[in-house]
């Protein structure tokens, strides 16, 4: 058989993938096609999962153990991470260590990750690059409904008559979603509004641009609250039955009809008036941002209040970013929550322990990203393991990133490349499998869990993370826990303790895989948690079983030196994918955007003396760096933007988050990268 089933490496749409070998598959010459039974995609892909093929390569990758730069085995690389790690928590504490992992791992990977830092080193210091993308709308839920739980499909957006884009460039970003509501537009007429405060390339295409002041979204919806309760659009049978609304919230609402609001403002509130089936998709625009959880709650309060949720075609629906942030979610990847949606309460953490027959499971939450970061900077955390991630590209105010794993007594990078600007800067580094090698689950956006299986052969010596993970596991002396033969007992395990689960829907749906045998794990098809079991008749998970509105307010401005006059916002480009170590392999992806460039409106280009296709240097607090600059009125005015993907390693500039923020929300603890003050100046070449 040369035809393998499989699931796209990059975006939270999680797109079904045929790749086919041919006879040879250590050629690696991969032909990609969608997969017409997938039901996230139904054969479409974009146009990075269609260059998947020219990603599959040798050339860059990590084959052996590297100690420093020499040659290790894995025996012995493998006793010398668990002996420094040991050492390190015999004299420190548990908390002097920490696991920075990836939404790129699977499922399986993140569980024995999460397990041997909660469980058995007994620290919460695991955390996850998804902090970067969609803990605001974790947060958001868990506040809103009592759970994070994600009530919307993508099916639902195929039913919708209104789709309202809130801070995402759908088109660039999550593109096979954009070509399912482009279907819907054409097939039933549905209208889409893009709210954004740039004109991207979704907001040109849609029925209405709400083109928003920056961080606009909260008075915006407050204001479209207001103006549906004075019209009497609110559902309030619904709210009567379904949710608690705080002391004084409709009261709160009062003046929000009087700020400054967009001019699109009335049309926006004709359409949300005229349309009961109405999906709000809301990405990083939304999350990052430092209030990025209350622009969540804002979004779902506007639902609840309407009764515009547990609907067919109605609901607020967080888009993730990662293949698998979703799955680290379910298994407690991020270092606010335990495992499988469990928190950090008395019962919680001993039926944890009890499971896992872990006396040390760790009671209380660790370092979220950022705080992580500041603790290996300033040595309260001594020696961390990065996993299939590259925080010192992508992190927010990346130069100290850097300079804190420069200083680090001990950093340990796994990661299927060897020479990531973060690989540089390991003391060990441990060649994991690829896309197309590598074999478990992850799940989108919609909570759909599917299958990636291997196709090729290993690159060199490089293993399985959760393989990896286990073995250091077992050489720090915690080997009967980490046992496992195969990635079918690793997901077996992890299905068996969503029985301990606070999300009853994750428990009907996974807990039935628990008995699978090896080859039908193998054969497992695509399916969804949660489906079965309808939002209004269940209730939401606060043991009321209604929902809750929140009181949002609006957001105050952060760095207001008037040294940095302009806002910077950062975003990505259509055909790469984060900091490029795969994506930068395709001659044909690299050929959409060469370079990075700055985007500034035609006014503030006069202002500032900056031509189109001119050299600009941005500075923020932080630093400074060299774009090209592209003038456009799609950006708006007081407000320039550039890429994140560019690294020191590909470019002597746009490495833009040596200029963002590290300011975080402070629910979710998610960066807000879109916004920090800037300066921007013309360069002239030498
Ligand atoms: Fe892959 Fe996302 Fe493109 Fe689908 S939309 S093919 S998951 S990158």
């Known amino acids: 058989m040369t035809k393998t089933a499989t699931t796209c490496a990059y975006c939270g749409v999680g797109c079904g993938v045929i790749a086919d070998t041919g006879e040879n598959a250590a050629a690696r010459h991969v032909a990609i096609s969608g997969d017409k039974v997938h039901p996230a995609n139904h054969g479409r892909l974009c146009v990075k999962g269609t260059m998947l093929g020219d990603t599959v390569g040798l050339e860059g990758r990590l084959t052996a153990p590297f100690i420093g730069n020499r040659r290790a085995n894995w025996d012995e690389a493998t006793r010398f991470v668990a002996k420094t790690f040991a050492d390190t928590i015999a004299e420190h504490g548990p908390d002097s260590v920490a696991f920075y992992v990836s939404g790129q791992l699977l499922t399986e990977d993140y569980y024995v990750a999460n397990k041997l830092m909660k469980g058995f080193i007994g620290s919460g210091n695991i955390d996850t690059n998804s902090r970067l993308c969609m803990a605001s709308a974790v947060a958001a839920h868990n506040r809103a409904f009592g759970e994070d739980f994600v009530p919307v499909t993508y099916d639902d957006l195929d039913e919708a008559d209104l789709i309202v884009l809130v801070g995402s460039n759908t088109a660039w970003c999550h593109p096979v979603v954009w070509q399912r509501i482009e279907k819907a537009r054409k097939d039933r007429g549905t209208k889409i509004v893009v709210i954004d405060p740039r004109r991207t390339e979704t907001a040109a295409e849609a029925d209405l641009h709400v083109a928003i002041a920056h961080d606009g979204d909260i008075p915006l919806f407050r204001a479209l609250l207001a103006e549906m309760k004075g019209r009497g659009e609110v559902d309030e049978g619904f709210v009567a039955q379904h949710c608690n609304v705080p002391d004084g919230f409709w009261h709160g609402l009062n003046g929000a009809l009087g700020e400054d609001l967009p001019e699109a403002f009335a049309a926006l509130a004709d359409m949300v008036a005229a349309h009961p089936r109405m999906v709000t998709v809301f990405s990083q625009g939304a999350n990052q941002s430092v209030r990025g959880t209350d622009k969540g709650n804002a979004i779902i309060n506007l639902h609840l209040a309407m009764g515009r949720i547990g609907k067919a075609g109605a609901g607020p629906f967080s888009m993730t970013g990662q293949p698998n942030a979703m799955g680290g979610r379910e298994v407690g990847g991020l270092a606010s929550t335990l495992t499988c949606h469990l928190g950090f309460s008395e019962d919680e953490v001993s039926a944890v322990a009890e499971f896992w027959q872990a006396p040390a499971t760790c009671s209380t939450p660790g370092l979220k990203a950022v705080d992580m970061f500041r603790a290996v900077h300033d040595g309260r955390i001594k020696a961390i393991w990065i996993m299939a991630t590259n925080p010192a590209v992508s992190m927010p105010d990346a130069g100290f990133v850097r300079e804190a794993l420069e200083k680090c007594d001990f950093v340990v990078v796994s990661d299927c490349m060897a020479d990531t600007d973060t690989a540089r800067l390991a003391h060990v580094r441990l060649p994991a499998l ?57 997901f077996r395990e992890y299905t068996a303790m969503t029985l301990l689960s606070k999300q009853r829907r994750l428990q009907l749906d996974l807990t039935d895989k628990a008995q699978l045998r090896d080859d039908e794990y193998d054969a497992m098809e695509p399916f969804r948690w949660g489906g079965a079991d309808p939002l209004l008749e269940t209730g939401f998970s606060f043991p009321d079983r209604r929902a809750r509105l929140i009181d949002v307010a609006p957001l105050a401005a952060v760095e207001t030196d008037p040294a940095f006059p302009l806002r910077l916002n950062t975003g990505r480009y259509r055909d790469q994918w984060h900091t490029m170590t795969r994506t930068g392999l395709s001659a044909r992806l690299v050929r959409h955007r060469s370079e990075p460039l700055v ?88």
Do not use: Y
Not at 450 to 472: T, Y
């Open 434 to 490: 690829g896309w197309g090698e590598k074999d478990g689950t992850v799940t989108n956006s919609e909570r759909m869990v599917s299958r990636q299986r291997a196709f090729l052969p290993a690159a060199g010596e490089a293993r399985a993370d959760w393989k990896i993970i286990a073995d250091v596991a077992a050489a720090m002396g915690f080997g009967d826990a980490f046992g496992w033969q195969s990635v079918a007992s690793v």
């Open 599 to 686: 985007e500034i409106h035609p006014a503030d280009a006069e202002s500032f003396g900056i031509t189109d296709g001119g050299l600009a240097r941005i500075s923020t607090p932080r630093g400074s760096t060299v774009l090209r600059a592209k003038v456009t009125d799609g950006q708006a005015r007081g407000t320039i933007f550039s890429p994140m993907h560019w690294t020191d390693l590909l470019s002597s500039g746009g490495r833009s988050n040596r200029l963002t923020a590290p300011h975080v929300d402070p629910v979710s603890g998610q960066p807000g990268f879109k916004d920090c003050g800037a300066a921007i100046e013309a360069v002239t070449p030498d």
